[in-house]
């Protein structure tokens, strides 16, 4: 059974930073597409970043510049470094895991999600 586990959320002010983390279990995490969304209050949820199985990463245009997605496959674990947050970054974020085949991204399995906020 595939569980993922995201870390890391909080509060932080506007220009401040965050470093998400997603442990992954009982997938062969090497060898899939890790990515994050996000889930704003009212909103629908977005992809924020993705990264293919051998680390090369694509950005929402929203993002790009100020967050960076890495992996550990040592580690089965995603990253989401978040610099310059901006209050419209406050969300839900999930990752999530599976295949990346064009514009279908990773979304086979989820995590439950953690919270963002940013103050203004």
């Known amino acids: 059974q595939v569980q993922l586990v995201e870390s890391g959320g909080g509060l932080v002010q506007a220009g401040g930073s965050l470093r998400l983390s997603c442990a992954a279990s009982?997938?062969?995490?090497?060898?899939?597409?890790m990515a994050w969304y996000r889930q704003p209050p009212g909103k629908q949820r977005e992809l924020v970043a993705a990264i293919t199985r051998g680390g090369s990463p694509g950005y929402a245009d929203s993002v790009k510049g100020r967050f960076t997605i890495s992996r550990d496959n040592a580690k089965n674990t995603v990253y989401l470094q978040m610099n310059n947050l901006k209050p419209e970054d406050t969300a839900t974020y999930y990752c999530?895991?599976?295949?990346?085949?064009?514009?279908?991204?990773?979304?086979?399995?989820w995590g439950q999600g953690t919270q963002v906020t940013v103050s203004s």
């Open positions: 009982g997938s062969i995490f090497s060898i899939n597409a």
């Open positions: 999530a895991e599976g295949r990346w085949v064009g514009r279908s991204y990773p979304n086979d399995y």
